[in-house]
């Protein structure tokens, strides 16, 4: 039984920073990442990270994201600085495993930029 637990989302101002961790279990993964959807709007990638460290950014935050994974205890991060208002979404932490490449999503934590 895959689990992922989601913890560091909430409010900040424009230009602030928040980091977001998921730590999974229950199998071995190969990618590890976030997505995110705003009210109204698909759900899209943010960032992804394979287990050989090899990542992957939607353009618009390239350059404020950074995404990392500790394999030891399959926990990826998100470190997000220069908050804009237009990163507001519910983010959902997003997993591969090794085997037969199932995916599984965790429950999603709100971030809110306010202007």
């Known amino acids: 039984q895959v689990q992922l637990v989601e913890s560091g989302g909430g409010l900040v101002q424009a230009g602030g920073s928040l980091r977001l961790s998921c730590a999974a279990s229950?199998?071995?993964?190969?990618?590890m990442g976030w997505y995110r959807q705003a009210p109204g709007k698909q759900r899209e990638l943010v960032a992804t990270?394979?287990?050989?460290?090899?990542?992957n950014y939607k353009d618009s935050v390239k350059g404020r994201f950074t995404i990392s994974r500790d394999n030891a205890d399959n926990t990826v991060y998100l470190q997000m600085d220069s908050l804009k208002p237009e990163d507001t979404a519910v983010y959902y932490c997003?997993?591969?495993?090794?085997?037969?490449?199932?995916?599984?999503w965790g429950q999603g934590t709100q971030v809110t930029v306010s202007s």
């Open positions: 990270i394979s287990r050989g460290g090899n990542t």
């Open positions: 229950g199998s071995i993964f190969n990618a």
């Open positions: 997003y997993v591969k495993r090794l085997l037969r490449g199932i995916e599984d």
